[in-house]
């Protein structure tokens, strides 16, 4: 385990249906992130939250609506998703946004929409 | 200006041989260079980083060269092994901002 967690691992879900993933870390940083990473595309930032703030949202869909109720936990609720959603979802964080060091990431939701 | 560039999108090597993995960018502010390593089924993880005040950076089998000049930077694997068989990832970043290349996915034949 890296330090970041990602829950569930998989998930299908229908197009009217709302799920949320979980991602949890434990490495007391600052910073989280959601990444999309499809098939032979560059990893897709999605959210980023600063000491729970939202700091950027990088034209997402509103059918995808994040949560960071404290700096080591962010949830990513999913309603209506289309088939072209379908992906592996990252978690990461960094000690801060300038991430200096790195992220670390979580092992991901592999999401499918059907 | 934000794009960083990767080649090759794949890369089959033989078990031992040398797997060399390269990267360019544009903007010059970037000054942190990471690789990250992707298994199937896990998320990236950092696997080595450098940063521009030098030109070479070691760490066991793994070596980045960097090039500040040409605005490249490259992996090297060394002695490479199946269980190197993965997705890399480069990355360039300066202060917020951060990005990733495409990816290129190694298969090391036994």
């Known amino acids: 385990e890296t330090g970041v967690t990602q829950t569930p691992r998989h998930l299908v879900m229908g197009m009217t249906n709302k799920k949320s993933l979980k991602c949890e870390q434990h490495?007391?940083?600052?910073?989280m992130y959601w990444y999309k990473q499809s098939a032979k595309k560059p990893l897709e930032l999605m959210f980023v939250?600063?000491?729970?703030?939202?700091?950027e949202n990088n034209s997402v869909p509103s059918r995808f609506s994040p949560e960071c109720p404290n700096s080591s936990h962010l949830f990513l609720h999913l309603h209506t998703l289309q088939p072209e959603d379908s992906a592996l979802y990252l978690c990461?964080?960094?000690?801060?946004?300038?991430?200096?060091?790195?992220?670390?990431f979580g092992s991901g939701t592999r999401l499918t929409v059907v | 200006q934000q794009q960083v560039k990767q080649s090759p999108q794949s890369l089959i090597v033989q078990k031992g041989g040398i797997s060399i993995i390269n990267c360019a960018y544009e903007?010059?502010?970037?000054?942190?260079f990471p690789w990250y390593q992707q298994f199937p089924g896990k998320g990236p993880a950092l696997l080595i980083a450098i940063r521009p005040d030098v030109s070479e950076k070691k760490e066991g089998r793994f070596t980045i060269s960097f090039n500040k000049s040409a605005k490249q930077f490259s992996l090297h694997i060394m002695d490479s092994q199946p269980g190197d068989s993965a997705t890399y990832f480069c990355?360039?970043?300066?202060?917020?901002?951060?990005?990733f290349g495409p990816g290129t996915r190694l298969s090391v034949l036994p």
């Open positions: 990355a360039a970043s300066q202060g917020q901002n951060f990005v």
């Open positions: 939250y600063n000491f729970k703030e939202q700091t």
């Open positions: 490495l007391g940083h600052n910073a």
């Open positions: 903007n010059t502010a970037f000054d942190y």
């Open positions: 990461a964080s960094s000690q801060d946004r300038k991430a200096n060091y790195g992220y670390t």
